[in-house]
């Protein structure tokens, strides 16, 4: 079993910036995709960011030019970095990661950090 375990979430003012971590610990195999989901009140969890182990990245189109994510591979761990934050990032932020063995893939899931960005 991997545990993921995010950090960095809060309060923040709305333009500012905000960097959220998540560490990825346990039974680790192989760690290929990690990513970033968010899921508002009332709105479907979406994907926020998301990156491979090669440094390939997507980011969802309301994030582009405002997010990045970095991720350091030896570390197993992940980042968020948010810039010009806006209210509507307002969200509960969910880590994701899978694990890859030889010959299957699990998929985890970390408990979740608020962020809320005030106006």
């Known amino acids: 079993q991997v545990q993921l375990v995010e950090s960095g979430g809060g309060l923040v003012q709305a333009g500012g910036s905000l960097r959220l971590s998540c560490a990825a610990s346990g039974r680790i195999f192989n760690l290929n995709a990690m990513g970033w989901y968010r899921q508002a009140p009332g709105k479907q969890r979406e994907l926020v960011a998301r990156i491979t182990s090669g440094g390939s990245t997507n980011y969802a189109d309301s994030v582009k030019g405002r997010f990045t994510i970095p991720r350091d591979n030896a570390k197993n761990t992940v980042s968020l970095q948010m810039s010009s934050l806006k209210p509507e990032d307002t969200a509960v932020y969910y880590c994701?990661?899978?694990?890859?063995?030889?010959?299957?893939?699990?998929?985890?899931w970390g408990q979740g950090t608020q962020v809320t960005v005030s106006s």
């Open positions: 994701n990661a899978d694990d890859r063995g030889l010959g299957y893939q699990i998929n985890y």
